[in-house]
T-cell receptor
Framework: GDSVTQMEGPVTLSEEAFLTINCTYT??????LFWYVQYPGEGLQLLLK?????DKGSNKGFEATYRKETTSFHLEKGSVQVSDSAVYFC????????????FGRGTSLIVHP | DTAVSQTPKYLVTQMGNDKSIKCEQN?????MYWYKQDSKKFLKIMFS???????INETVPNRFSPKSPDKAHLNLHINSLELGDSAVYFC???????????????FGEGSRLTVL
């Protein structure tokens, strides 16, 4: 079956540091890839997505590139802020009409001033 | 307008009670989901409905029963609550690929269930 593996947290950084959260996947089909963010006390919301190989998703300074050859979708940000502190989920969806989503375990990011 | 709304947001109850959580989406999506998130933030899919039909039913105790009266609503009823049911329950929806969906899920804000 499909699976998503992302690095365990928590990841603790100082403000303005560079962020990488690794994500790799296995899928039987050709999935779309996503990063979701969950701020404290809230539901998950889409951060960025990529639907085909070599696509780069970007939003709020975060980027991730769909790498089919390495089955990866690593999340990066050049300069994190305290407000980026949240839990980040890597996910994939495959479709046979309805989407069947698979989530990673989530990575907690803590950014200190 | 809230796209995916769940009620109640907080629920505190005693072991053995029965409770329900309601979910509504106003996005016109065809598929709805229920997820359970534990204290370590792990998300586990419980159920998924497409146009009122059950399409995903993971290994969940049969004390949990989803009901979809129409494609905009997916409610979760839990019988004989146990301590281990304490968690945050999220409702989500997505649009089918045939209707332009890309696999993105839209989540509600969650319902925190505490069983004492």
């Amino acid at each position: 079956g499909d699976s998503v593996t992302q690095m365990e947290g928590p990841v603790t950084l100082s403000e303005e540091a560079f962020l990488t959260i690794n994500c790799t996947y296995t899928a039987t089909g050709y999935p779309s890839l996503f990063w979701y963010v969950q701020y404290p006390g809230e539901g998950l919301q889409l951060l960025l997505k990529a639907t085909k190989a070599d696509d780069k998703g970007s939003n709020k300074g975060f980027e991730a590139t769909y790498r089919k050859e390495t089955t990866s979708f690593h999340l990066e940000k050049g300069s994190v802020q305290v407000s980026d502190s949240a839990v980040y989920f890597c996910a994939l969806s495959t479709s046979g009409g309805s989407y069947i989503p698979t989530f990673g375990r989530g990575t907690s990011l803590i950014v200190h001033p | 307008d809230t796209a995916v709304s769940q009620t109640p947001k907080y629920l505190v109850t005693q072991m053995g009670n029965d409770k329900s959580i309601k979910c509504e989406q106003n996005l016109g999506h065809d598929t709805m989901y229920w997820y359970k998130q534990d204290s370590k933030k792990f998300l586990k899919i419980m159920f998924s409905y497409n146009n009122k039909e059950l399409i995903i039913n993971e290994t969940v105790p049969n004390r949990f029963s989803p009901k979809s009266p129409d494609k905009a609503h997916l409610n979760l009823h839990i019988n004989s609550l146990e301590l281990g049911d304490s968690a945050v329950y999220f409702c989500a929806s997505s649009q089918d690929s045939q209707r332009g969906g890309t696999g993105e899920l839209f989540f509600g804000e969650g319902s925190r269930l505490t069983v004492l």
